[in-house]
């Protein structure tokens, strides 16, 4: 068990409590809200057709790009600044991960400028550069990339990609690169209370769960 000593309530409010599933219904994401109050997390985080979502006491993100991030700049503005018109104070997109697999850093900082643009700077844009894909030089390049463009929080993964989702390594990485200047979210993967420690002790500031009862239920309170 990693060293950290964090209780349920602490790692709660680091929580993205989330349903990105394709098959996921308006009840489902009801289900979910329900679920994320009765937990005491920190947000929701719904796919943008789920939008506007009445939810009491939590935070609603949502995604753009998502999850591909092959969409074309402009889309992803758009599609991002609509969630914010229906009611989402975070987005997390995806970047050109062929961009970066490819070293085109412009590429990605355009990529990620358009999105920052597009919403303004007062909601919080958290920047998906599918970590399990690229190497350690391209995982900080991506970090940089996203500073530069105004991101909020640099975030690991999908958790779409076959290629995996959080690793405590990459979070570190990711960490040591921003730090403390922008947020980490440590995303895709995580279903035990071990793991999700494992990414607190690495430097992450809030996790994307679907487990979350799950994580919570194996920490004191």
Known sequence: MPDTAHTRAQVAAMI???L???EASAADVRALV???VELGVYAVCVSPSMLPLRAEGVTVA???GFPSGKHHSLVKGAEARLAVEQGAREVDMVIDVGAAVAGDWNAVLADILTVREAIGFDPVLKVIIESAV???DAIVEACRAAERAGANFVKTSTGFHPAGGASAHAV???AETVGGRLGVKASGGIRTAEAALEMIDAGAT???LSSSRAVLDGLPD
């Open 16 to 18: 993205d409590h989330t």
């Open 62 to 64: 949502t995604v753009a």
């Open 34 to 36: 329900d679920e994320a």
């Open 206 to 208: 809030r996790l994307g």
């Open 134 to 136: 690229l190497s350690d």
């Open 172 to 174: 570190r990485l990711m």
């Open 20 to 22: 990105l599933k394709p």
